[in-house]
């Protein structure tokens, strides 16, 4: 799929690597030092920073879903994101689980509302057949 109109570039500069290295946005918005998954040196992690920015663009296509079935989200809403780093055929591999919590509304809205965003998110439809992902209501 090409993307037809460009709505937002994101542009960050990575320096040094997930191993003491750092990240920062052209607009100084985002300014971390990155570490190794478990390591004892400050920072964030490659994966803590996939799974925060794939559960804030899910909670915006669950919004998207929601107004199309004319669904009232609760201001509560939320996502737990947990990507594994493992390894496998093909050497490192990544796998992800969503737990979407959508308290006060009906389990059967709630799964159409996921199944809806799942197919709308871009970063779902990032990994797509790529990954193993699993999402689900909590």
């Known amino acids: 799929m090409a993307i037809h109109k460009v709505l937002y570039t994101a542009k960050v500069h990575t320096a040094g690597g997930r191993d003491g290295g750092s990240a ?4 100084g918005n985002l300014d971390l030092e990155l570490s190794l998954p478990g390591s004892k040196h400050a920072g964030v992690n ?8 794939w559960s804030a663009c899910f909670l915006g ?3 998207i879903a929601a107004a199309k079935q004319k669904i009232t989200l609760p201001a509560n809403r939320s996502v737990d994101a947990e990507i594994d780093l493992g390894t ?11 737990s979407v919590n959508l ?9 159409r509302l996921i199944e809806a965003a799942h197919q709308t998110c871009p970063y779902s439809k990032a ?7 699993a999402v689900s209501l909590a």
């Open 24 to 27: 920062k946005s052209e607009d």
């Open 46 to 53: 490659p994966e803590q920073l996939f799974a925060a920015g």
């Open 61 to 63: 296509a669950l919004a």
């Open 88 to 98: 496998g055929e093909g050497g490192f591999l990544l796998a992800a689980r969503l």
């Open 103 to 111: 308290p006060g509304i009906a389990s059967e809205d709630g799964e």
């Open 127 to 133: 990994v797509r057949g790529n990954i193993e992902v």
